[in-house]
């Protein structure tokens, strides 16, 4: 064999080795990842009804993202407060939040726990935005009421395209999924928990969705989503395959 394609050998090889290593997956530590769910609110002290699906949810979540190689970390009560997500979103690839949300006149927004029954702390689109300073998310998931409807402002705090690239489109290594109008956190748990299940097997963001909305909800409850259908949910800045289900 001539030195020339010797070299060229080992060129490949390095190179098979490389994709190898991006197939697998980068190390979870590049990729934080947070997840905050708001139990204080919804607890019996506050509503008089005992409501565990916050941190059930807080904990599929924890899961869920774990599973696609996020670095994530779980956070409720009185760890959850505006100061901790505006801290923590500079560097997260993928956001995660259960709380009481709406679309006020100075943007989307979504309440802190902070330990608080009533009147916790909002945090805006605009506070968010303006710590990421324009960088892209991977998966983002706003599971309160109104921030999937057409007005929201969120997709923009977190970078995400308001559009939906469906198979054969892209708009990045990006999912946003929220929920319109009222939701029960009863609805969320179901339509989340068979989003993370749809996941697990492989199935990419745009079909877990779609299975997720074949459950039995309330009247009324739907769920929305922006960026792109064909992806694989999983943590990274590098594009996916396209045709990839």
Request: aromatic share 14%.
């Amino acid at each position: 064999m001539s030195p020339g394609r010797f070299t060229r050998r080992l060129a490949l090889a390095a190179l098979a080795a490389s994709l190898a290593a991006v197939v697998a997956g980068p190390a979870r530590a590049a990729y934080p990842a947070t997840a905050d769910s708001n139990t204080t609110a919804f607890s019996f002290s506050c509503i008089k009804v005992n409501d565990t699906f916050p941190a059930k949810m807080l904990a599929a979540a924890v899961k869920g993202y774990g599973a696609l190689g996020y670095a994530v970390a779980g956070f409720s009560g009185l760890k959850f407060t505006k100061a901790h997500v505006l801290a923590r979103t500079a560097a997260d690839w993928a956001y995660y939040v259960h709380s009481h949300g709406d679309n006020f006149s100075f943007g989307s927004g979504f309440r802190d726990d902070a330990g608080r029954c009533t009147n916790a702390a909002i945090v805006s689109s605009n506070d968010i935005q303006a710590v990421r300073r324009g960088r892209q998310s991977n998966l983002v998931i706003l599971s309160t009421c109104h921030l999937g409807e057409s007005t929201t402002t969120m997709p923009d705090a977190f970078a995400i395209p308001k559009v939906k690239a469906g198979v054969g489109a892209w708009a990045g290594p990006t999912f946003y999924l929220g929920y319109v109008g009222e939701a029960w956190d009863s609805d969320e748990f179901l339509f989340e928990a068979r989003f993370w299940s749809a996941l697990g097997p492989g199935l990419g963001v745009g079909q877990a969705f779609d299975t997720a909305k074949l459950g039995a909800f309330n009247p009324g409850f739907a769920a929305n989503w922006y960026g792109s259908y064909a992806w694989t949910g999983r943590a990274g800045p590098l594009p996916t395959c396209t045709s990839c289900l």
